[in-house]
């Protein structure tokens, strides 16, 4: 339908995608994971006119998170994200930003999602994918009428989420790449936590998931 634009930056100490997207006609905004240097993000809202209404985050990561504060103080809007990975928020530990850069981030959530919730906003629906493996709360944002796949950490082009941190498991990422991002429809666009884009058509072609599985089998 195209009614929904997207910004894309790419920020923080592991060169995180930061997504803002906004509805064409009302300029609501929403910002998926806000790695960091909130300045900066609140620059691009702020000359577009954009209208901020929520922060959704994919997992509990620090390298997603560090700018959250920044945006609630400044708009005073609500934090989306898994039960799952709430611990992560308040731990920098879990959420590695006390082991990886020597930081303690922490922040928190005011809505937690299931399995298939649908948040209404932008004017459209927004689905919550549970996609776990990369964390125990790893999830994916889904526009169905946008064709928008919004997966964090969960699936890169041709390439997954590492599961060798706190709340990773490889058979849960293998599963939930291939049961639940690989059978949308080929033409949705993925907007992953780090590199380009990709679609599902794409990785079903190449991701190694998809060719493991096809090998070895799902259990394999």
């Known amino acids: 339908m195209n009614n929904i634009g997207i910004y894309v930056m790419t920020l923080g100490p592991v060169q995180t995608n930061v997504y803002i997207a906004y509805n064409k006609k009302s300029l609501e905004c929403l910002?998926?994971?806000?790695?960091?240097?909130?300045?900066?993000?609140?620059?691009?809202?702020?000359?577009?006119?954009?209208?901020?209404?929520?922060?959704?985050?994919?997992?509990?990561?620090?390298?997603?998170?560090?700018?959250?504060?920044?945006?609630?103080?400044?708009?005073?809007?609500?934090?989306?994200?898994?039960?799952?990975?709430?611990?992560?928020?308040?731990?920098?530990?879990?959420?590695?930003?006390?082991?990886?850069?020597?930081?303690?981030?922490?922040?928190?959530?005011?809505?937690?999602?299931?399995?298939?919730?649908?948040?209404?906003?932008?004017?459209?629906?927004?689905?919550?994918?549970?996609?776990?493996?990369?964390?125990?709360?790893?999830?994916?944002?889904?526009?169905?009428?946008?064709?928008?796949?919004?997966s964090g950490d969960t699936v890169f082009r041709e390439d997954c989420g590492r599961t060798d941190l706190y709340g990773g498991d490889n058979p849960s990422i293998i599963k939930s790449i291939y049961e639940k991002v690989l059978t949308l429809p080929e033409d949705v666009n993925i907007l992953p936590g780090h590199m380009e884009m990709t679609t599902v058509g794409h990785e079903k072609k190449y991701n190694p998931v998809a060719i493991y599985v096809q090998e070895h089998g799902i259990n394999g």
């Open 31 to 150: 910002i998926v994971d806000p790695s960091a240097q909130g300045d900066a993000i609140i620059n691009v809202i702020e000359e577009n006119k954009l209208k901020p209404m929520a922060i959704l985050l994919t997992h509990g990561h620090f390298d997603h998170i560090m700018a959250v504060n920044d945006l609630v103080e400044r708009y005073n809007i609500k934090v989306y994200i898994s039960k799952h990975d709430d611990e992560m928020l308040s731990d920098s530990h879990k959420s590695g930003g006390r082991s990886f850069i020597g930081n303690g981030y922490i922040t928190k959530a005011d809505v937690l999602l299931d399995d298939g919730d649908i948040l209404n906003l932008l004017g459209t629906d927004i689905k919550f994918i549970a996609t776990p493996g990369h964390t125990k709360g790893s999830g994916c944002y889904y526009i169905e009428d946008e064709k928008l796949l919004f």
